[in-house]
């Protein structure tokens, strides 16, 4: 019994999954690590505003020291020389408050909030990105899926043919060449059938490199409902995919977040004020005369001041520091330029591969068909045995390109259309 409990459980365990697009995607964005890193990004960003914003707090501090005095020195109460060994106990209480700096420090908190939204977008664009990746992936699977299934059945016709041709041989109405020819057949449709199921495994091995996992062979992924895919037409352009795209929307902001660390830098140009405060007192043995408690309560005294700094040769140092600041913005707008350059092909060669592929579908749709009826008239006169074994060779092979084409066409139109969806919209029609 117990035996027979285990093979029921690796019997279930063996049982396969099916995996959607959606849920791929998902699997994808909790374990991708390219993925999860811009989380963390992320957290550094915003861990980089809280550290802005704390420059703007006083900065206090409390002290407590204990010294001991040897050889001569001055009393602190008398101020008379005295030579004696005595100790001092010194608390004290400072605070210091910064007033005016040329708004650095608040340019400096817009400029770490600036960055944070725009690692914010950053991870939209991973997660557009990481989601097209599964999408190429995920169709690359089922079009290799479907190759294999036209290697498979070919396979099995040309076996038909060739046990046909057994016959054929032993009932002496063909002779042995037929019969080798029909046999070198079926190896090559055996090797294509190999080939077709390693692009199958190397499909399926992208697609679970994406997603992180371990290839489970158990996992099958589910076909989508083309009818809806293949129907409807490309989208208008409406607006620019620049201005909605978390990608361009990014760059933007950290050419704000640039524009406030140079005015965070020029500010070093600007006088500084500062308001200091001080509270202390001081115990010295020295004095025998008073208690402890006695001279602490007596030494108590405290300070505010207002002090102002004002540079004289700063703008040296700022002015290089300045430069390099409007260098990296005029090369995050090169970025965008270049970006958009590329979104621009990308969207003009998709629109050229969509009419290309849509074209090429069809024209493999009309080359599957002829090639059907063409490969049955063939298997006729191969019963008939009035062909030559060539013949059907050159029938199948006519027949599995056709077939090869309209599958790569389909699932590549597919891909375009949702390529093309998705630039026009900024969303994935499939989510």
């Given at each position: 019994?117990?035996?027979?409990?285990?093979?029921?459980?690796?019997?279930?365990?063996?049982?396969?999954?099916?995996?959607?697009?959606?849920?791929?995607?998902?699997?994808?964005?909790?374990?991708?690590?390219?993925?999860?890193?811009?989380?963390?990004t992320?957290e550094?960003?915003?861990?980089?505003?809280?550290?802005?914003?704390?420059?703007?707090?006083p900065?206090?501090?409390?002290?407590?020291?204990?010294?001991?005095?040897?050889?001569?020195?001055?009393?602190?109460?008398?101020?008379?020389?005295?030579?004696?060994?005595?100790?001092s106990?010194?608390?004290?209480?400072?605070?210091?408050?910064?007033?005016?700096?040329?708004?650095?420090?608040?340019?400096?908190?817009?400029?770490?909030?600036?960055?944070?939204?725009?690692?914010?977008?950053?991870?939209?664009?991973?997660?557009?990105?990481?989601?097209?990746?599964?999408?190429?992936?995920?169709?690359?699977?089922?079009?290799?899926?479907?190759?294999?299934?036209?290697?498979?059945?070919?396979?099995?016709?040309?076996?038909?043919?060739?046990?046909?041709?057994?016959?054929?041989?032993?009932?002496?109405?063909?002779?042995k060449?037929?019969?080798?020819?029909?046999?070198?057949?079926?190896?090559?449709?055996?090797?294509?059938?190999?080939?077709?199921?390693?692009?199958l495994?190397?499909?399926?091995?992208?697609?679970?490199q994406?997603?992180?996992?371990k290839?489970?062979?158990?996992?099958?992924?589910?076909?989508?409902?083309?009818?809806?895919?293949?129907?409807?037409?490309?989208?208008?352009?409406?607006?620019?995919?620049?201005?909605?795209?978390?990608?361009?929307?990014?760059?933007?902001?950290?050419?704000?977040?640039?524009?406030?660390?140079?005015?965070?830098?020029?500010?070093?140009?600007?006088?500084?004020?500062?308001?200091?405060?001080?509270?202390?007192t001081?115990y010295?043995?020295?004095?025998?005369?008073?208690?402890f408690?006695?001279?602490?309560?007596d030494?108590?005294?405290?300070?505010?001041?207002?002090?102002?700094?004002?540079?004289?040769?700063s703008?040296?140092l700022v002015?290089?520091?300045?430069?390099?600041?409007?260098?990296?913005?005029r090369?995050?707008?090169?970025?965008?330029?270049?970006?958009?350059?590329?979104?621009?092909?990308?969207l003009?060669?998709?629109?050229?591969?969509?009419?290309?592929?849509?074209?090429?579908?069809e024209?493999a749709?009309?080359?599957?068909?002829?090639s059907?009826?063409?490969?049955?008239?063939?298997?006729?006169?191969?019963?008939?045995?009035?062909?030559?074994?060539?013949?059907?060779?050159?029938?199948q092979?006519?027949?599995?390109?056709?077939?090869?084409?309209?599958?790569?066409?389909?699932?590549?139109?597919?891909?375009?259309?949702?390529?093309?969806?998705f630039?026009?919209?900024?969303?994935?029609?499939f989510?």
């Amino acid at each position: 019994m117990k035996k027979l409990f285990i093979i029921l459980l690796l019997s279930h365990c063996a049982v396969a999954q099916n995996y959607t697009l959606k849920k791929c995607i998902e699997v994808a964005t909790a374990n991708n690590p390219a993925y999860q890193k811009t989380f963390l990004t992320a957290e550094v960003a915003a861990t980089n505003v809280d550290q802005a914003k704390a420059r703007r707090l006083p900065q206090t501090q409390f002290t407590v020291s204990q010294g001991m005095n040897f050889g001569r020195s001055i009393d602190r109460f008398s101020n008379d020389y005295i030579n004696q060994m005595y100790n001092s106990t010194y608390s004290g209480l400072q605070v210091s408050v910064p007033v005016f700096k040329g708004f650095q420090r608040q340019f400096l908190v817009e400029s770490s909030k600036f960055l944070e939204e725009a690692e914010k977008f950053n991870i939209d664009t991973e997660k557009n990105r990481l989601t097209l990746n599964i999408l190429k992936a995920y169709l690359e699977v089922l079009a290799t899926k479907e190759m294999v299934q036209v290697a498979e059945k070919q396979l099995q016709n040309s076996r038909t043919q060739y046990d046909r041709q057994e016959k054929q041989l032993q009932a002496g109405i063909t002779g042995k060449l037929e019969q080798v020819q029909f046999a070198n057949q079926v190896a090559m449709n055996e090797g294509g059938l190999i080939e077709a199921k390693t692009s199958l495994q190397a499909a399926r091995l992208a697609l679970f490199q994406l997603m992180n996992l371990k290839p489970v062979d158990a996992i099958e992924f589910e076909s989508l409902d083309l009818s809806e895919s293949l129907s409807f037409g490309i989208i208008p352009e409406e607006k620019d995919p620049s201005t909605f795209l978390p990608e361009y929307k990014s760059l933007d902001i950290q050419s704000q977040s640039i524009d406030r660390q140079i005015k965070a830098n020029n500010a070093e140009k600007m006088p500084e004020i500062n308001l200091f405060g001080n509270y202390g007192t001081f115990y010295a043995s020295s004095n025998p005369e008073r208690t402890f408690i006695q001279q602490i309560n007596d030494t108590r005294n405290g300070s505010v001041s207002l002090g102002i700094n004002i540079p004289i040769f700063s703008g040296i140092l700022v002015k290089p520091r300045t430069q390099q600041l409007k260098v990296q913005k005029r090369i995050l707008e090169n970025t965008v330029s270049q970006n958009k350059n590329l979104l621009n092909q990308e969207l003009e060669t998709a629109k050229l591969m969509l009419r290309a592929f849509q074209e090429r579908l069809e024209n493999a749709g009309r080359q599957v068909e002829i090639s059907k009826e063409n490969l049955h008239l063939v298997e006729l006169r191969i019963e008939a045995g009035t062909i030559n074994p060539l013949e059907f060779q050159v029938a199948q092979a006519s027949m599995e390109s056709a077939q090869a084409t309209q599958i790569q066409s389909k699932y590549r139109l597919i891909l375009q259309k949702k390529l093309l969806s998705f630039y026009y919209t900024g969303e994935f029609d499939f989510l």
